[in-house]
């Protein structure tokens, strides 16, 4: 149905002539009239009456009135959404991270930005099977930043910083007094992982197996936090990202953190978008602050 058409039959319905409703629109009184004409024709049913010099509604002009009312208002939020959709200072920006980042670096992300364009929204969603799923691929976010790439077409992915992986140890424990570790050393430990649907357990795994062994897995987990707590608590030692900002003195009294001089004892994190998509202003907007950000050693 001609959308204009139905504005002008509600207009007209409400009590405006069809002498200004042409004004107010720049149409034709007759340009209104055919419009309107086609409508009852489509419908099939007279929704309107002369009555002296103005129009009415019949009875089922009456009926249809109510539903037109609230499928142009549910039809001019929706064009108020696209509008915020599509503008980068009010738009809404969805972002998928993995769980270690979420305490340091997509904070810092989306807390710059958003000095920067206060009315922008964010819908952030976590992925903890980093390895089986991907909110990107399936169309469900506009970017992520993972340490995951992938090998699909359809996806981008450009590195922005290299992490390093620590060795965390209980400050009772033999390794607490030094500074630097070969993982060959660790060979005989109990290991405190993540599950195996994480990115960071498999290159855990993959650095040990370098180092010339398999890990002897004590817990699992789901989060870091948890994981340096059962090493602060002696249930074993972990291999860990070593974040650009300090943890807070309490968090980091329970355990020593070493570097691991095995080469590749590193991790890269990136930003993926869809190639096959075109991101919205607001998030392709931010899309370039997260590149920037790591452009100007900001980060």
């Known amino acids: 149905m001609d959308v204009a058409a139905l504005r002008w039959f509600q207009q007209v319905a409400d009590g405006t002539t069809v002498t200004e409703v042409s004004d107010l629109d720049g149409m034709t009184q007759s340009g209104v009239s055919r419009a309107l004409a086609r409508l009852e024709a489509e419908i099939g049913i007279p929704l309107l009456r002369r009555s002296g010099r103005a129009l009415r509604m019949t009875r089922a002009g009456a009926t249809f009135k109510r539903h037109v009312d609230a499928m142009l208002h549910e039809f001019d939020d929706g064009l108020a959404a696209l509008s915020e959709l599509a503008s980068p200072d009010s738009g809404t920006v ?3 991270f993995q769980l270690s980042l979420g305490t340091w670096l997509v904070p810092h992300l989306v807390a710059s930005f958003h000095d920067e364009h206060p009315r922008v929204r964010f819908d952030l969603r976590q992925a903890r099977d ?3 799923t991907s909110a990107l691929a399936s169309g ?4 992520e930043i993972t340490t995951v790439r992938t090998s699909a077409e359809a996806i981008r992915w450009r590195a ?3 992490e390093p992986l620590r060795l965390v140890v209980g400050r009772e424990h033999a390794f607490a007094d030094r500074t ?3 993982l060959a050393e660790a060979a005989e430990e109990r290991f405190v992982m993540l599950r195996t649907t994480y990115a960071l357990r498999r290159l855990c795994e993959q650095l040990c197996q370098r180092a010339g062994f398999t890990p002897t897995i004590a817990f699992e987990g789901d989060d870091l936090p948890t994981i340096e707590g059962f090493v602060a608590a002696g249930l074993g030692v972990a291999i860990v990202p070593m974040t650009r900002y300090e943890l807070p003195a309490a968090a980091r009294a ?5 570097t691991i001089t095995d080469p590749g004892a590193t991790r890269d994190i990136g930003i993926a978008w869809s190639t096959e998509r075109r991101l919205l202003p607001a998030a392709e907007r931010f899309r370039r602050h997260v590149i920037d950000q790591v ?3 900001s980060l």
């Open 160 to 162: 922005l910083l290299v």
């Open 130 to 132: 980093e390895l089986t």
């Open 254 to 258: 329970g355990v020593r953190y070493l």
């Open 94 to 96: 969805s972002v998928a």
């Open 140 to 143: 469900e976010v506009d970017v």
């Open 295 to 297: 452009r100007a050693r």
């Open 180 to 182: 630097e570790i070969g």
